[in-house]
């Protein structure tokens, strides 16, 4: 045998060996985590995470000290190391708290496998050990609603906000008291009471997302914290919704009977860094509710608060502004960046208030949409564009005309007949007109949309995806759906120059757009180095503030009829 066939013999055999200890791994009912003598997780199977209740995500990277173990007679794995480093093995008993609460056991082994290579061998003795933890869950859980404790909770809030700190996310602690339940105890009974306080644990439970932390603090007190928080809506739409549904009497013992309950709530990184804190003060924001009145809840910061409730008085504005027609179409030119001519121009609304002036989308769109105001206004910004495209056509400006539409306005089931109203009305020829929507709009209602931008195309309007790249989506839909257009969103043209990551996503939009036959629109471009850039790697058309900001109608005529829209400089 010549040396080479031994070397493929040898690495044959290694590799036999190397995938027969990997099903071992995968089957074995020990869990198994390979650590480095900094304690970091290389490598774990999959008992190790049905032992533990972790995730994948929870634990590749981070320090076995990070993993909120507690560790049998050592105060932290700082000195389980220790013992480690010098000793070569440790042995003990080691337990924690699956996500949804309950504990789990092990008796786990730690050993040196080399001078980089630390073993750690988890065997499962939560049910061998069964007794001691119902004993552990006697101190760990409320006997009579079977709720995590006052202490539990501590516990595990401090995991997950250490889990937050390193994920940088939101936190809500949400304390709830219900109102009177003094006055229910004294006038129908304890065990009347009791009933309720199980029948009330068992609505907040499921009230809320699977696997969320709902806890027992006291009598009638009970805490829920919401460990991924993408925005404070999302937290104060539970939360009323709760309240709300609350409402509905409850039967108990033969009786009908109504509860209204007070929350307070405290968010994490704003109101407090640890659970102490965060508990007090959305106890703090607890009563403050109950003070202005039960059955209502606040948040701890004022300025949430004060978005609460400039939110209530903007809805109503809002509609009061649609029928006084306050609203204003700005129009944002964009250019063909080949030919340096202005092309088009994105119709963007303003709010032209009485009291407080001109007010920028941002502050009241997201209000329009959360209520249905979105609907006929939409219907109104439409009509304007084309009234005001028909004009610019007139007037002998071939401009297309963009419009935002937003998801309730797709999901109207007569959008597309109405449209047609609106351009048979206007007499606006729809090879003029674009539509924006952004990627979250089409995969929130895959079928529909695509029924809808199909139509749309039928009747020659064009589709752009507006802010494209800055929500997760996959890039197969593009397929599914007659887009004409990809317009880069403004943050990645902000550093376009100098930072290579905003680089390589502009210019892969770039050639994304160019692959699939469409064109790419860059938004924000305020600089000539920007406009440099773009123009090199042949992005079809631009929009921003170097060439104009949004105009008015009248404005936008001007500028037409002035400048032959040209591009200056470049
Ligand atoms: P969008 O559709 O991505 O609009 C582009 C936004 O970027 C506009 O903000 C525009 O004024 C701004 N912008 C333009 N050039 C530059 C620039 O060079 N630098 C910077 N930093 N910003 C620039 P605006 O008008 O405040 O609109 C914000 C968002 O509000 C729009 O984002 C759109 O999502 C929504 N919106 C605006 N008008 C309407 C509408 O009529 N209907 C709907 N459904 N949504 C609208
Ligand atoms: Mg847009
Ligand atoms: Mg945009």
Avoid at 4 to 16: F, M, P, V
Avoid at 26 to 42: A, F, H, T
Avoid at 403 to 428: H, P, W, Y
Avoid at 472 to 483: H, I, W
Wanted: include cysteine; hydrophobic fraction near 40%; proline fraction near 3%.
């Amino acid at each position: 045998m010549n040396r080479d066939e031994e070397l493929k013999r040898k690495i044959k055999k290694l590799q036999d060996k190397l995938s027969l200890m990997s099903k071992v791994l995968k089957y074995m009912s020990e869990g198994i985590l390979i650590i480095d003598r900094e304690g970091r997780v290389r490598s774990a199977n999959d008992a190790f995470f049905s032992i533990t209740g972790l995730r994948q995500e929870n634990v590749y990277g981070k320090k076995l000290s990070d993993l909120g173990f507690k560790w049998e007679g050592y105060p932290s794995f700082r000195e389980v190391m220790e013992i480690l480093l010098s000793e070569g093995v440790w042995k003990g008993e080691v337990w924690g708290v699956h996500r949804g609460g309950s504990p789990f056991t092990s008796e786990t082994t730690l050993v040196k496998a080399d001078e980089e290579t630390y073993i750690a061998i988890f065997l499962d003795s939560t049910d061998k050990r069964s007794l001691e933890a119902s004993l552990r869950s006697l101190a760990y859980y409320d006997s009579l609603t079977g709720l995590p404790n006052r202490a539990l909770l501590y516990d595990h809030l401090s995991q997950l906000l250490f889990q937050a700190k390193e994920d940088s996310r939101k936190l809500a602690v949400i304390f709830f008291d219900i109102d009177s339940f003094k006055l229910i105890n004294d006038t129908l009974g304890h065990e009347v009471g009791d009933s309720l306080l199980k029948a009330f644990a068992h609505r907040l439970t499921s009230h809320f997302p699977q696997n969320t932390m709902v806890a027992r603090f006291g009598s009638d007190e009970f805490v829920v914290v919401l460990d991924s928080v993408s925005g404070i809506d999302d937290v104060e739409e539970l939360v009323s919704g709760f309240l709300k549904s609350v409402t509905t009497p409850f039967f108990l013992e033969g009786q009908k009977i109504y509860i209204t309950v007070t929350a307070g709530i405290s968010i994490y990184p704003i109101d407090g860094g640890d659970p102490q804190t965060l508990l007090r003060n959305a106890d703090i924001a607890m009563h403050h509710a109950k003070e202005l009145g039960k059955s209502s809840y606040k948040f701890f910061t004022n300025e949430l608060n004060l978005k609460v409730s400039e939110r209530f008085t903007l809805q109503a504005e809002l509609r009061d502004a649609l029928e006084r027609e306050e609203f204003v179409l700005y129009y944002q030119p964009q250019f063909e960046l080949q030919t340096n001519s202005m092309v088009g121009v994105e119709a963007l609304i303003r709010w032209h208030h009485p009291d407080r002036g001109v007010i920028l989308p941002g502050r009241f769109m997201h209000v329009a949409e959360d209520t249905d105001i979105i609907v006929p206004l939409g219907y109104w910004i439409l009509k304007r564009a084309c009234e005001d495209g028909k004009k610019l056509l007139d007037k002998g400006f071939p401009l297309k005309v963009a419009v935002n539409i937003s998801t309730k306005q797709i999901a109207e089931s007569d959008f597309v007949r109405k449209l047609k109203d609106i351009l048979n009305e206007t007499g606006f020829d729809p090879n003029f007109l674009e539509i924006e929507i952004t990627e979250s709009v089409l995969m929130k209602n895959k079928q529909q949309s695509a029924d809808v931008l199909r139509e749309l195309k039928k009747m020659g309007i064009s589709i752009a995806i507006d802010d494209f790249g800055t929500s997760y989506s996959s890039l197969n839909y593009l397929k599914y759906f007659p887009v004409d257009k990809l317009k880069i969103d403004k943050s990645f043209i902000g550093d376009v120059v100098s930072d290579p990551n905003d680089v390589a996503i502009a210019t892969t939009i770039i050639a994304i757009a160019h692959n699939l036959g469409l064109k790419a629109t860059a938004e924000g471009v305020e600089t000539e180095e920007q406009l440099i850039f773009l123009k090199l790697w042949q992005c079809d058309e631009a929009q921003g503030f170097y060439f104009s900001p949004p105009v008015t109608l009248d404005s936008l005529m001007d500028m037409l009829s002035n400048e032959n829209f040209k591009i200056r400089g470049v």
